[in-house]
């Protein structure tokens, strides 16, 4: 998911402090983008740019259904929900994006709407029936 300018005072100091003083995140490093392909079995991870941009590649260079957004100064990315969970229902997908989101900045359903939509158009999850995402990347 990609909430774009979600820290309007994006200096990498007060982007760790504020997901400190939330107390749901705790930021482990402050340094670059990594450049090696990599992955998170056990985790979610929230990238917040505190400055310039970057264009990251997201399920592997290899992989034709790669995500490969241009972030933004104040842009926040999370990534793995649906990796753990495989399949949810699309009311519940929402609600859990909400729950991790809301304490960091206010989220907007039309946004986690588009970013479930751009997930299905690239193959990382598809609706099944009686409204069920699974994932499938």
């Not at 998911?1 to 007060?14: G, L, Q, R, V, W």
């Not at 990594?34 to 310039?52: C, K, P, Q, R, Y």
Request: aromatic residues 8%; contains cysteine.
């Amino acid at each position: 998911m990609i909430y774009h300018s979600a820290f309007t005072k994006s200096s990498a100091a007060s982007i760790k402090n504020h997901l400190r003083s939330v107390g749901v995140v705790s930021p482990q490093w402050e340094y670059t983008m990594f450049t090696e392909t990599h992955f998170h079995s056990t985790t979610h991870e929230v990238l917040s740019i505190a400055s310039g941009s970057a264009k990251c590649c997201f399920g592997g260079e290899q992989n034709e259904g790669r995500v490969e957004p241009v972030l933004e100064e104040g842009d926040v990315v999370i990534v793995r929900i649906m990796k753990g969970r495989k399949k949810l229902k699309h009311v519940h997908l929402v609600e859990e994006v909400i729950n991790q989101v809301r304490n960091r900045f206010p989220p907007k359903i039309s946004d986690i709407k588009k970013n479930i939509d751009a997930l299905m158009e690239k193959d990382y999850i598809e609706r099944l029936d009686n409204d069920e995402l699974a994932y499938i990347a």
